[in-house]
């Protein structure tokens, strides 16, 4: 499936005229801290180039500029703040290669995040998702089957999550993991490792 820029709300946007309704069309949930930091115990960053292709207002990237030497790069199919650039990931047709991409993306275009990704790391890709992406008929056929995950980090407790730009935490009832993908081991055959992040 081809995705359009135009497709359920997926339109480039100007960041002055974004409204709620459009934020939340995009699945704009910013990262709490703590989960890159949960994720910097698991993945060395430094002396790496970073792609993170759904900035939204940089809460990862801000976070491995602070703690890691990583040379990152911050685009978004909105700029809402200066130093993004403005990129629709699924759409660009660059032959860009990255060290590693990090990012939680939205959750409807996840699979196609993953696939795209695959394609433009050349060591690691690393995803901020639901649980649920383990499961599904079509991610099994397109992802799990091919190129299943090399190792799974579950949150045994629910992260707090920023909706949209908004400052003010929310509780979440969702089970958040980072999916790893590490192109070294690919190469071989392997098994999915599930690990545990507690607090």
């Not at 497709?7 to 995009?26: M, S, W």
């Not at 790496?48 to 685009?75: D, Q």
């Not at 990012?103 to 060591?123: D, S």
Request: charged fraction near 30%; charge should be neutral.
């Amino acid at each position: 499936m081809v995705l359009k820029a135009s497709d359920k709300g997926l339109a480039t946007l100007g960041a002055t005229n974004l409204t709620n309704k459009k934020r939340e069309d995009l699945d704009f949930y910013s990262t709490p801290e703590i989960a890159t930091k949960e994720l910097m115990k698991i993945i060395d960053f430094n002396d790496t180039t970073v792609l993170e292709p759904a900035c939204g207002t940089l809460a990862i990237s801000k976070v491995l500029e602070k703690y890691t030497n990583a040379n990152i790069i911050n685009k978004d199919i909105v700029a809402r703040i200066d130093g993004i650039q403005e990129e629709d990931f699924l759409l660009s047709s660059n032959d860009e290669k990255y060290d590693m991409i990090v990012t939680n993306p939205p959750f409807k275009y996840c699979q196609e995040f993953v696939i795209k990704a695959l394609g433009k790391a050349t060591k690691k890709v690393a995803m901020l998702m639901k649980i649920q992406f383990l499961e599904g008929q079509k991610r099994y056929d397109k992802i799990h089957k091919v190129t299943p995950p090399t190792e799974v980090h579950i949150f045994t407790y629910r992260l707090p999550y920023l909706r949209g730009d908004s400052v003010q935490e929310t509780s979440s009832a969702m089970c958040l993991c980072w999916f790893i993908w590490d192109k070294e081991t690919m190469k071989n055959e392997y098994d999915t490792k599930i690990k545990f992040i507690g607090k």
